[in-house]
């Protein structure tokens, strides 16, 4: 099978943990033993979050006051070549006789998207809410709850294009697992002068919904830090949800910067493609592939 496993950005870095090298490095290696074994089998592509390394990558550029700190854009291909090596070196331990790529991809967004005037994806560390307000008025930065804390929200548009789709193609098919489109990829702007980086993180399920369509991926799997979709999110009582459909889906509401991308990229999935997408643990990624584990989506 030809698949897409997108990997969260709490399932590489949880939620509260510091944003250290030796820690990240820990948790790629730990979501990589748990996608070898889909890997070795199947045509693998994998994806992944950066909202909590792009946001460091902001705060530290706002730090240095010598330069104007570097655009979004350039941000998230940074964090893009990072995460990217890091999965790669963790992938080709646990698949020594398979060749990893980690691939920079540009992903096309529209410039009129409404999203670029309401700021609403967050990114990095959380804060207290005096913090908060502190640098809303120092650094001009736009707040959002996530939780019972606050972050960054920065504009997030809908991808439209996969620029790089020849590329990973060409790589599926000589058996290379590709690594590409992380943290939504790199977001451009295309006009009759040329591409243009944009200013916003663009939503990685949403692109990796985008991509997984685009390759005729067989599935989605939106790998996370929580077993599956829950009722009433976030209350994490009772069990998450089994098999469903995305109009069984609709029927409930989702918090707007987790789980519900997540939802929204399972679905548009699963009704462009007529194919059945996962959404679920890192640490459960065979036993949801085989249908055993997370919430299974399908379109009926």
């Known amino acids: ?50 909202g909590p390394q792009v946001g460091l990558l902001a705060l530290q550029a706002a730090a240095y006051r010598a330069v104007r700190p570097y655009p979004l854009d350039v941000l998230g291909a940074e964090t893009e070549g ?3 090596y890091l999965l790669e070196s963790a992938l080709a331990s646990a698949l020594p006789d398979r060749e990893i790529a980690a691939l920079l991809t540009q992903v096309e ?26 640098l809303e008025t120092e650094l001009s930065w736009s707040m959002v709850r996530d ?3 606050w972050r960054r929200a920065v504009p997030s548009p809908r991808p439209r294009k996969v620029r790089e789709l020849a590329a990973i ?60 979709v829950f009722a009433r999110w976030p209350n994490h009582g009772g069990e998450p949800i089994g098999r469903t459909t995305p109009a069984e889906l609709a029927r409930h509401s ?6 519900g991308p997540k939802v929204e990229a399972a679905c548009r999935f699963v009704e462009a493609t ?8 890192v640490e459960d990624a065979e036993a949801i592939l085989g249908g055993h584990r997370g919430t299974i989506i399908t379109q009926g």
């Not at 007529?274 to 643990?281: F, L, M, N, S, T």
């Open 1 to 50: 099978m030809r698949l897409v496993l997108a990997l969260g950005g709490n399932a590489l870095l949880r939620r509260g943990e510091p944003l250290d090298a030796d820690i990240q490095r820990r948790n790629v290696a730990n979501a990589a033993a748990a996608i070898a074994p889909i890997a070795r089998d199947h045509a693998v592509v994998v994806t992944h979050g950066n």
């Open 109 to 134: 967004v529209d410039a009129a998207d409404p999203a670029f005037r309401r700021p609403s994806k967050p990114i990095g560390p959380l804060y207290d809410e005096a913090a908060a307000r502190r």
């Open 254 to 259: 989702y918090a707007a910067g987790s789980m």
């Open 169 to 228: 193609k060409l790589l599926l098919e000589a058996g290379t697992i590709v690594v590409c489109a992380g943290g939504g990829g790199i977001p451009v702007v295309v006009t009759e002068h040329g591409i243009s980086g944009a200013e916003a993180v663009i939503d990685k399920d949403l692109a990796a919904a985008l991509l997984a369509e685009s390759l005729g991926a067989d599935a989605l799997l939106l790998l996370t830090d929580v077993p599956g």
């Open 82 to 84: 990072m995460i990217g």
């Open 147 to 149: 939780g019972g804390a």
């Open 274 to 281: 007529g194919r059945w997408a996962a959404i679920g643990a």
